[in-house]
T-cell receptor, first 113, second 113 residues
Framework: QQQVKQSPQSLIVQKGGISIINCAYE??????FPWYQQFPGKGPALLIA?????SEKKEGRFTISFNKSAKQFSLHIMDSQPGDSATYFCAASMAGTASKLTFGTGTRLQVTL | KAGVTQTPRYLIKTRGQQVTLSCSPI?????VSWYQQTPGQGLQFLFEYFSETQRNKGNFPGRFSGRQFSNSRSEMNVSTLELGDSALYLC????????????FGPGTRLTVL
């Protein structure tokens, strides 16, 4: 049972554009929502994370928007750069179990010149 | 501070064999989690160890097992390998089992022939 649905599967954005990746979850017990970035041959690396008590969190060019009532959250990458080309995963975990992450299926982002 | 290290990085086995993968967490981290990453199923949680005890377990058959040593290093074992076990096995560590960021290693690429 897939508990975190991620879209789109792939995304092509021009340099300087905004990349938007969406995720929806089913389990209302989830209370920690991280985004991970993975380059080929590497393990996932934490990009940014949010908890349900806030609706938005920004770190540099990366912003998470969170809609608790809709059970959706999204990643916005502003001023996308070719170096951002990677696979992005949203994830979720329940209270007290941040180490047990349920991942989305991933979005392969390509930023073109 | 050194990151999470995993050995070996690549492994080729045949069906029916068993395999042991090793993970050394970031110094001071006490929680180690294991994930399986495949193109078809994505990233799936296997199990988590904290202070040498398994604290969480995913939905994998008993052929998948693990352990953690007193220095927090962890091993996972897969017995009676099947073709479908071919995957990237990722280890992640954190300071505390409940609330902290997971830091992933580069993974061990297992191929079962």
């Amino acid at each position: 049972q897939q508990q975190v649905k991620q879209s789109p599967q792939s995304l092509i954005v021009q340099k300087g554009g905004i990349s938007i990746i969406n995720c929806a979850y089913e389990n209302t017990a989830f209370d920690y929502f991280p985004w991970y970035q993975q380059f080929p041959g590497k393990g996932p690396a934490l990009l940014i994370a949010i908890r349900p008590d806030v609706s938005e969190k920004k770190e540099g060019r990366f912003t998470i928007s969170f809609n608790k009532s809709a059970k959706q959250f999204s990643l916005h990458i502003m001023d996308s750069q070719p170096g951002d080309s990677a696979t992005y995963f949203c994830a979720a975990s329940m209270a007290g179990t941040a180490s047990k992450l349920t991942f989305g299926t991933g979005t392969r982002l390509q930023v073109t010149l | 501070k050194a990151g999470v290290t995993q050995t070996p990085r690549y492994l080729i086995k045949t069906r029916g064999q068993q395999v042991t993968l090793s993970c050394s967490p970031i110094s001071g981290h006490r929680s180690v989690s294991w994930y399986q990453q495949t193109p078809g199923q994505g990233l799936q949680f296997l199990f988590e160890y904290f202070s040498e005890t398994q604290r969480n377990k995913g939905n994998f058959p008993g052929r998948f097992s693990g352990r953690q040593f007193s220095n927090s290093r962890s091993e996972m074992n897969v017995s009676t390998l099947e073709l479908g076990d071919s995957a990237l096995y990722l280890c992640a560590s954190s300071w505390d089992k409940g609330t902290d960021t997971q830091y992933f290693g580069p993974g061990t690429r297992l191929t079962v022939l």
